[in-house]
């Protein structure tokens, strides 16, 4: 049976190391890396994930993501699960949050 794009997409976020699914009062499924939430689903087909500015302006700019309804200032975008290219696509801004997150959390170790 081939798995819906939501559950390849959860797949996916599991298998990077250190991501925990947690209880978030926003969304029935939400990621985090440490207490940072990368990533939370609405549903079965919309996903938002937390990126870099940069990163967030350049999604926006080659329209694989949606600006995000409440909270643009923060980095988030939105993303549609509709086809296997915006899976594709989803994909690939997740690995860039989550390595954004561990670019962090090894920043502030070395500060520290």
């Known amino acids: 049976m081939d798995l819906s794009l939501k559950e390849q997409i959860s797949s996916f ?3 990077l190391p250190n991501v925990e699914r947690k209880h978030d009062p926003m969304s029935e499924e939400a990621y985090f890396y440490g207490l940072r939430n990368l990533a939370h689903f609405h549903g079965p087909r919309h996903i ?3 990126l870099s500015k940069p990163q967030q302006e350049e999604a926006l700019r080659r329209h694989t993501a949606i600006e995000h309804q409440y909270a ?3 980095g ?5 699960l509709e086809t296997e290219e915006q899976g594709e ?3 690939r801004l997740l690995k860039e949050a989550y390595d954004t997150c561990v670019s962090l ?3 502030h170790k070395l500060a520290n």
């Open 48 to 50: 938002d994930i937390r």
């Open 105 to 107: 959390k090894t920043s």
């Open 72 to 74: 643009p200032q923060a």
């Open 89 to 91: 696509n989803t994909k």
């Open 76 to 80: 988030w975008v939105s993303c549609i």
């Open 13 to 15: 976020i599991r298998s």
